[in-house]
């Protein structure tokens, strides 16, 4: 029988899970919450899910194992050690689960989590074809060993031993020819040195991937573990909802799905103290927006940013969206466990506008605007990008306050002085921008295009040395 293996990556949370196919059998790797997609290549293939194996308890997503099994009837597997309040099979090291004439071999991989489960897929003659890595091993990098919710007795400085362990006695023994199929890609918060491709064979990683190429344990617990920022504070919440349970997508539409004209809008945002989540493209954003509104836009990381700032999952949310993107919001944040959508501004901006009430805006400048001001101007310069892009180059001058901890600078104040905001493209920077308009900060330009149209633009840059870099996530 011939294999098929399907990557379904979701750019927006750089994950990628799968199916695989071998006869009339099926399963499927890491699934995303919504099903509809293992679903179709199901269908579509004429076969049958078998096997749900996930490959640790997922803190930056929520998975969609509780659904499709329900739909299914698949068993859901996960590695040694793995307790939930719903039924799975805890798989044994080395157990071996038969898919059509293949078999998929459970390896305990434990260092990012103590789950942590590694599936090496065998043809019929036992010959190893394809590893599905999770978190374990990544393309460039290896699983970040802090960020396991149950291991108060172990520090970061073990785990990350145990991964080297697990790297050392059950992944690089096997063939080169093996195809690493791993949990992320480049942009993930789980790693920090991801590669953009999204398949490779284990023989190139052992050439170009820097945790394999360490010389000993120590050294790999030093280099794994060193430049690490601290992680989106949604985590906790999401490996919650993949052990505890969670309520199923479908009711989780249909409750959110409620159009709300203006005057209704605004009754919900004052009872309940809703968050008004506008995600719409910056540009539009920055024109006109309801007065308070943050704005993370569907064009970007959408989901782990809403994870990232909102931090609480239990926070009501109302949206405004641009007509027809009311769904795909949702589903978008449900993916990360935002479950409290109360409604959506019917009608979009426009119904809002047309009702005579309150609009924002952004003051946006070109950003040949911002070089031709930059000497007259008394500005002071915020780079919100992360670290490590702002070591690799910036303006001359500028503050690097990255978004992800905009709450602990996001009432600084320069005595007067307008603030010119930049990121790299424009659409973290106009998040920042909507964040400090919400708390009541006015004073401050944001550049639109970001660093890359500076570039482009030569204005005065100044790059670090190599040696004042760090490993921080890019």
């Given at each position: 029988?011939?294999i098929?293996?399907?990557?379904?990556?979701?750019?927006?949370l750089?994950?990628?899970?799968?199916?695989?196919?071998?006869?009339?059998d099926?399963?499927?790797?890491?699934?995303?919450?919504?099903?509809?997609?293992?679903?179709?290549?199901?269908?579509?293939e004429?076969?049958?899910?078998k096997?749900?194996?996930?490959?640790h308890?997922?803190?930056?997503?929520?998975?969609?194992?509780?659904?499709?099994?329900?739909?299914?009837?698949a068993?859901?597997?996960?590695?040694?050690?793995?307790?939930?309040s719903?039924?799975?099979?805890?798989?044994?090291?080395?157990?071996?689960?038969?898919?059509?004439d293949?078999?998929?071999?459970?390896?305990?991989?434990?260092?990012?989590?103590?789950?942590?489960?590694?599936?090496?897929l065998?043809?019929?003659?036992?010959?190893?074809?394809?590893?599905?890595?999770?978190d374990?091993?990544?393309?460039?990098?290896?699983?970040?060993p802090?960020?396991?919710?149950?291991?108060?007795?172990?520090?970061?400085?073990?785990?990350?031993?145990?991964?080297?362990?697990s790297?050392?006695e059950?992944i690089?023994?096997?063939?080169?020819?093996?195809v690493?199929?791993?949990?992320?890609?480049?942009?993930?918060?789980?790693?920090?040195?991801?590669?953009?491709?999204?398949?490779?064979?284990l023989?190139?990683?052992k050439?170009?991937?820097?945790?394999?190429?360490t010389?000993?344990?120590?050294?790999?617990?030093?280099v794994?573990?060193e430049?690490l920022?601290?992680p989106?504070?949604?985590f906790?919440?999401?490996v919650?909802?993949?052990?505890?349970?969670?309520?199923?997508l479908?009711?989780?539409?249909?409750?959110?799905?409620?159009?709300l004209n203006?005057?209704?809008?605004?009754?919900?945002?004052r009872?309940?103290?809703?968050?008004?989540?506008?995600?719409r493209?910056?540009?539009?954003?920055?024109?006109?927006f309801?007065?308070?509104?943050?704005?993370?836009?569907?064009?970007?990381?959408?989901?782990?940013?809403?994870g990232?700032?909102?931090?609480?999952?239990?926070?009501?949310l109302?949206?405004?969206?641009e007509?027809?993107?009311?769904?795909?919001?949702?589903?978008?944040?449900?993916r990360?466990?935002?479950?409290?959508?109360?409604?959506?501004?019917?009608?979009?901006?426009?119904?809002?506008?047309k009702?005579?009430?309150?609009?924002?805006?952004?003051?946006?400048i070109t950003?040949?605007?911002?070089i031709?001001?930059?000497?007259?101007?008394?500005?002071?310069?915020?780079?919100?990008?992360?670290?490590?892009?702002?070591?690799?180059?910036?303006?001359?001058?500028?503050?690097?306050?990255?978004?992800?901890?905009?709450?602990?600078?996001?009432?600084?104040?320069?005595?007067?002085?307008?603030?010119?905001?930049?990121?790299?493209?424009?659409?973290?920077?106009?998040?920042?921008?909507?964040?400090?308009?919400?708390?009541?900060?006015?004073?401050?330009?944001?550049?639109?295009?970001?660093?890359?149209?500076?570039?482009?633009?030569?204005?005065?840059?100044?790059?670090?040395e190599?040696?004042?870099?760090?490993?921080?996530?890019?």
């Amino acid at each position: 029988m011939s294999i098929k293996i399907e990557q379904i990556y979701t750019a927006c949370l750089s994950q990628g899970s799968y199916f695989i196919r071998s006869g009339e059998d099926a399963a499927i790797v890491d699934p995303l919450r919504e099903t509809e997609p293992y679903l179709e290549l199901a269908e579509k293939e004429g076969v049958k899910i078998k096997y749900i194996f996930e490959t640790h308890f997922h803190a930056d997503f929520v998975s969609g194992h509780l659904d499709l099994a329900e739909i299914t009837g698949a068993t859901i597997v996960y590695g040694p050690g793995a307790s939930t309040s719903f039924n799975i099979h805890s798989a044994t090291d080395g157990e071996e689960f038969p898919i059509g004439d293949h078999t998929i071999v459970a390896l305990h991989t434990p260092g990012h989590t103590l789950e942590s489960t590694s599936y090496l897929l065998k043809d019929k003659k036992g010959k190893e074809l394809a590893l599905f890595t999770g978190d374990t091993l990544f393309l460039g990098d290896v699983g970040r060993p802090d960020l396991a919710q149950d291991s108060s007795e172990y520090s970061m400085q073990d785990l990350a031993g145990m991964l080297y362990d697990s790297l050392q006695e059950k992944i690089l023994p096997l063939p080169d020819d093996v195809v690493v199929y791993p949990g992320h890609g480049a942009g993930s918060a789980c790693g920090k040195k991801m590669m953009d491709k999204t398949v490779d064979t284990l023989g190139n990683q052992k050439k170009v991937n820097y945790a394999l190429k360490t010389e000993g344990k120590e050294e790999f617990i030093r280099v794994v573990t060193e430049g690490l920022e601290a992680p989106p504070s949604y985590f906790p919440d999401n490996v919650q909802l993949n052990k505890e349970g969670y309520t199923p997508l479908e009711k989780v539409m249909k409750k959110s799905l409620n159009p709300l004209n203006p005057e209704r809008f605004e009754t919900v945002v004052r009872r309940t103290c809703a968050t008004i989540l506008d995600t719409r493209d910056p540009g539009e954003f920055s024109k006109g927006f309801v007065c308070g509104a943050l704005n993370i836009g569907l064009c970007g990381q959408f989901a782990p940013w809403v994870g990232a700032l909102l931090e609480n999952v239990n926070k009501p949310l109302v949206l405004v969206c641009e007509p027809g993107k009311e769904k795909e919001s949702i589903r978008r944040l449900a993916r990360v466990g935002f479950d409290r959508v109360l409604g959506y501004l019917e009608g979009g901006m426009e119904s809002w506008v047309k009702s005579h009430r309150p609009v924002d805006t952004i003051d946006r400048i070109t950003a040949a605007d911002f070089i031709s001001r930059l000497t007259t101007e008394n500005w002071v310069v915020w780079d919100v990008r992360r670290p490590v892009e702002y070591k690799s180059g910036r303006v001359k001058g500028a503050i690097n306050l990255p978004l992800n901890i905009i709450n602990e600078w996001s009432c600084k104040r320069f005595n007067g002085r307008m603030a010119a905001i930049y990121c790299a493209g424009g659409y973290r920077s106009m998040i920042a921008a909507s964040i400090l308009k919400a708390r009541g900060v006015h004073h401050f330009v944001e550049v639109e295009g970001g660093y890359k149209k500076l570039v482009e633009l030569n204005p005065p840059l100044e790059i670090d040395e190599p040696s004042a870099s760090t490993g921080a996530p890019g």
